[in-house]
């Protein structure tokens, strides 16, 4: 039996993640026990990407993960659940600090401030542990090349043990492909939305070419 592709050219978010785990779970009941996720992200929600990548790597199938345009921020982290990862070769990985977004004319007072500060620092240590036992780094290292704002092409992100292989070729000719959609909805107020931004150009080094 081939693998199930599923293509996640999507924000990861409540929906997005939500259908891929769904996804995932329909074709298990139906005896499939490898998938292949294609990935190109913006990143999104710090929770929904940890959950995402803890389910992906607690379920009994093989998941391969695939970079087939740009995995950035939170994106990083689903496309380490992959026990196999690859990337084409024109491919970018953006590494970026997390962030808090203030809704409307919020007041906050100090312990509010405090909490949510550390919040952030929570987010930070948990992608950058997730990152470095995916890679062989240390956990520091990750978290100066997020702070730093770090792009790494397809040949710098295998020297440096996040990708396995550069491959053009993303799946079998008959296989099966599940698309993740995304519609925007209108947005919900959150008491406390802690996500990555939306990838801006680089401002930081990049490693390699």
Wanted: proline residues 6%; aromatic residues 6%; hydrophobic residues 40%.
């Amino acid at each position: 039996m081939k693998p199930v592709v599923i293509r996640f050219f999507a924000p990861v978010i409540d929906a997005t993640v939500n259908a891929l785990m769904n996804a995932v779970d329909q074709k298990m009941k139906q005896g499939v026990d490898r998938f292949i996720i294609l990935v190109s992200s913006p990143g999104g929600s710090v929770i929904h990407g940890l959950s995402a990548y803890n389910y992906l790597k607690g379920v009994p199938a093989s998941i391969t993960t695939h970079n087939f345009g740009s995995v950035d921020s939170i994106g990083i982290v689903l496309y380490c659940a992959g026990s196999k990862r690859l990337s084409v070769p024109q491919a970018r990985f953006l590494f970026h600090g997390v962030n808090v977004q203030f809704r409307g004319d919020q007041n906050l007072e100090e312990k509010v401030l405090e909490e949510r500060l550390k919040g952030l620092r929570v987010d930070m240590e948990n992608i950058a542990r997730v990152i470095a036992a995916n890679t062989g780094r240390d956990a520091k290292d990750v978290t100066d090349v997020m702070i730093e704002g770090t792009m790494l092409y397809p040949e710098d992100a295998k020297s440096w043990g996040l990708v396995h292989e550069i491959k053009s070729e993303l799946f079998e000719a008959g296989s099966e492909v599940i698309a993740i959609q995304f519609q925007q909805q209108p947005q919900q107020p959150q008491q406390l939305p802690q996500q990555l931004p939306q990838p801006q150009p680089p401002r930081g080094r990049s490693i390699g070419r």
